[in-house]
């Protein structure tokens, strides 16, 4: 029940920070209102946005940012093709079914170049491979992830009506009740609690998307293709800060989880959890040593044409009705962007931002 409520209060207080007032100017100009929305809750696998939400960044390119964190039943696909926000992010493969719908949205940058998704079961329930599943309990969730899964199972030839499949939801004790035999967990994240929870490395079986070729990228920023001719410097802008953001948060992560803790609206994030996510989330950023931000077309057809050979998607799309990587070149940070601050160092870029 405490869970219950907490999790409205803290959805109450995302609805509230939409239609808030603050208004600003930068160099004589009024700051434009911007929402970004996130697909989960609150913690570092989105420092970058609130490192460079604190650090001002935004507000130096003329952008009143509001974060809206997101939730099991808070899609930013939705979100941002009703105008609710601006721009928002999602995983790559969930972004690509999107916009196989139809949905009139386009991402401006790629940064996570690894999603993190894995499946775990305990050692002494013998579960080793996906053939295992058959038979037993299974925990998904349906907000998204459910696409690689449902991939995994297609390649594998196994059909979802010989497993007991239930809706996962945010917390990991289903499993560690024994009320699950699998489920799914990220490595910066549910992983990490059930090591957390005593359980050495050797006692939980990982089975990893990576070693059937289905490690999807995950997460990219991404807004309506009007908005983006519309208002390109807008755009730009927006990334430009992003950039900016990741970029110290991974070379500052402690600094990055005090901020991140900061805006915790339900106060229930461990500083020690989050400097283990901020390590994870940074491999992933790094994954495969592309640039910060940038999409790497290759990667992009790759996760296309595996949605498409297991017919979550009925038809190939166009790479540049999916993502562009203008944006990027126009946005990205070769050298520290000087802040009037006496120590260089203190803005130095991350060396993934520059190709």
């Known amino acids: 029940m405490k869970q219950k409520v907490s999790m409205t209060l803290f959805l109450c207080t ?125 925990g998904i969730w349906f907000f998204g992830n459910e696409i690689q899964f449902f991939t995994l199972m297609n390649q594998q030839g196994i059909s979802l009506a010989k497993m007991h499949i239930n809706a996962l939801k945010w917390s990991i004790d289903p499993f560690l009740n024994g009320e699950l035999d699998v489920t799914m967990a990220m490595t910066y994240n549910e992983y990490l609690r059930v090591l957390e929870k005593g ?65 915790d609206q339900t106060k229930t994030l461990t500083k020690e959890h989050q400097l283990k996510q901020m390590k994870e989330i940074t491999k992933l950023i790094e994954h495969g040593n592309h640039p910060l931000g940038f999409h790497p077309p290759d990667q992009v057809a790759t996760a296309m044409k595996i949605l498409l050979q297991h017919r979550v998607i009925s038809q190939a799309l166009p790479l540049s009705n999916i993502y562009t990587n203008h944006v990027w070149e126009n946005a990205r940070l070769d050298h520290p962007v000087p802040t009037g601050k006496k120590n260089p160092a203190d803005e130095a870029p991350h060396p993934l931002i520059t190709p």
């Open 199 to 263: 359980f050495p490395k050797n006692e939980i079986n990982v089975i990893n998307f990576s070693d059937y070729d289905l490690n999807f990228p995950g997460q990219v920023l991404f807004t309506k293709t009007d908005l983006l001719k519309k208002e390109p410097a807008l755009c730009e802008g927006m990334l430009r800060a992003s950039l900016r953001g990741w970029a110290r948060a991974m070379a500052f992560p402690k600094e990055a989880v005090t901020i991140v803790l900061k805006y």
């Open 14 to 138: 995302a609805v509230l920070m939409i239609f808030s007032t603050q208004t600003g100017r930068v160099h004589g100009k009024e700051l434009q209102k911007v929402t970004l929305s996130l697909q989960w809750l609150t913690q570092c696998q989105f420092a970058g946005y609130y490192v460079g939400l604190e650090k001002g960044y935004y507000r130096q390119e003329g952008i009143d940012l509001t974060i809206v964190p997101g939730a099991s039943d808070i899609n930013p696909i939705y979100l941002v093709s009703a105008d609710a926000a601006q721009f928002g992010t999602k995983w790559l493969a969930d972004f690509i079914d999107a916009k196989a719908k139809g949905f009139a949205l386009i991402s401006i940058a790629q940064i996570l170049q690894s999603n993190g998704l894995i499946m775990i079961a305990k050692a002494q329930s013998g579960i080793k491979t996906p053939q295992d599943f058959i038979g037993k309990k299974v």
